[in-house]
């Protein structure tokens, strides 16, 4: 039902993304705010490899709790700090083992902060089922 989109007239993606993905015949879409990198007991971990794993683990929290998994998430927008830009293969290495290696249209904005000066990154994320 979600399949990537990569014609071959383009140049290929920057990293480990898809240009597109198309969704066919959903019955179920999932749309989340910027999920933040607060953990179940309210901490918000330093480093930033350890807050992309909280926002990870709440955002597949988030997708069981709608009946859905990672082969479920068609689409995620990153918000990183700008001063963390070098922390970003982190930040993608947690994506692509939470998504299990598969490639979901991507997008990276830096900002010059968020809400919370401790965060130092949040995703939102569009699944279809």
Do not use: C, F
Not at 75 to 99: C, G, N
Request: glycine share 4%.
């Amino acid at each position: 039902m979600n399949s990537e989109i990569a014609p071959a007239s383009i140049a290929p993606p920057a990293a480990n993304y898809a240009h597109a993905v198309l969704t066919e015949h959903a019955s179920a879409w999932l749309h989340t705010s910027g999920v933040v990198p607060v953990a179940p007991d309210r901490s918000v971990p330093e480093s930033v490899e350890d807050q992309a794993t909280v926002v990870w683990d709440n955002l597949l929290a988030i997708l069981r709790e709608a009946g859905m998994g990672p082969a479920d998430v068609v689409s995620i927008t990153t918000y990183v700090v700008a001063e963390h830009i070098p922390s970003l293969p982190w930040i993608m290495q947690a994506r692509d083992k939470a998504l299990g290696g598969r490639r979901v249209a991507s997008t990276l904005v830096t900002v010059p902060a968020l809400a919370n000066p401790a965060w130092k990154m949040e995703i939102a994320l569009i699944a279809a089922r």
